[in-house]
C-alpha cells in the first residue's frame, strides 16, 4: 500500500502535524527552507487552518517556493487555497502575507521533481515508492503518478 492511497491517520498525521507547534512558536527558522508552514482558511468552514509541507524547490532569487500535494486534488490544503487564496506562509526567517501561488503543469512538475531527486537522492529514494512515483520523474510509466500530484509554486506579494 502506497503512503498516498488515503489520508494520514493516527500516529502518521499527528507526526506530520508536528512542526505546526514549532512554527507556531517562533521556531520554524530551524528548518530553513526545506519546510514551510501555510495557513490557509477553509473553503467550507471559513475557519483557519495550518499545514506544513515539504519545499521540494526554492529560489532565493525570484523568491519561489514549491510544493508538491502527494494526495493530488483531494488534499485539504490544496482544495483551500484553490478556493481562497493563503493567507500567511513562514519559509525560513521569511514571513509572506497573502502569497501569490501559481499550479505548475505536468511538464514543470517533472522537471521540478528530478531537481529534487538530484539534490536530496537519499529522500526521493524514499519518498518515490511511497507515492507510487519510479526513481527516475520523467520514465513515461511515472506518468500517471505524476499528473495525480499536484505542484504549487508560491511567492510573495509584496
Same mark, same amino acid.
Given at each position: 500500500?502506497?503512503?498516498?492511497?488515503?489520508?494520514?491517520?493516527?500516529?502518521?498525521?499527528?507526526?506530520?502535524?508536528?512542526?505546526?507547534?514549532?512554527?507556531?512558536?517562533?521556531?520554524?527558522?530551524?528548518?530553513?527552507?526545506?519546510?514551510?508552514?501555510?495557513?490557509?482558511?477553509?473553503?467550507?468552514?471559513?475557519?483557519?487552518?495550518?499545514?506544513?509541507?515539504?519545499?521540494?524547490?526554492?529560489?532565493?532569487?525570484?523568491?519561489?517556493?514549491?510544493?508538491?500535494?502527494?494526495?493530488?486534488?483531494?488534499?485539504?490544503?490544496?482544495?483551500?487555497?484553490?478556493? &481562497?487564496?493563503?493567507?500567511?506562509?513562514?519559509?525560513?526567517?521569511?514571513?509572506?502575507?497573502?502569497?501569490?501561488?501559481?499550479?505548475?503543469?505536468?511538464?514543470? &512538475?517533472?522537471?521540478?521533481?528530478?531537481?529534487?531527486?538530484?539534490?536530496?537522492?537519499?529522500?526521493?529514494?524514499?519518498?518515490?515508492?511511497?507515492?507510487?512515483?519510479?526513481?527516475?520523474?520523467?520514465?513515461?510509466?511515472?506518468?500517471?503518478?505524476?499528473?495525480?500530484?499536484?505542484?504549487?509554486?508560491?511567492?510573495? &506579494?509584496?
Amino acid at each position: 500500500m502506497r503512503l498516498v492511497d488515503h489520508a494520514p491517520r493516527g500516529l502518521l498525521r499527528a507526526f506530520f502535524r508536528a512542526p505546526i507547534a514549532l512554527y507556531r512558536n517562533g521556531l520554524g527558522a530551524l528548518f530553513g527552507h526545506r519546510l514551510l508552514y501555510l495557513v490557509h482558511k477553509g473553503r467550507k468552514s471559513g475557519l483557519r487552518r495550518e499545514t506544513v509541507l515539504e519545499v521540494v524547490a526554492y529560489d532565493p532569487v525570484r523568491p519561489e517556493a514549491v510544493v508538491v500535494s502527494a494526495w493530488g486534488e483531494s488534499s485539504d490544503w490544496y482544495r483551500n487555497i484553490t478556493a &481562497t487564496p493563503a493567507l500567511e506562509l513562514r519559509l525560513g526567517r521569511q514571513r509572506w502575507a497573502h502569497p501569490g501561488h501559481r499550479l505548475l503543469e505536468l511538464d514543470e &512538475t517533472v522537471r521540478i521533481l528530478r531537481g529534487y531527486r538530484d539534490r536530496h537522492p537519499r529522500a526521493w529514494r524514499h519518498l518515490a515508492p511511497m507515492m507510487g512515483i519510479p526513481l527516475d520523474p520523467a520514465d513515461p510509466s511515472a506518468r500517471d503518478a505524476v499528473i495525480r500530484l499536484r505542484a504549487v509554486a508560491f511567492t510573495p &506579494t509584496d
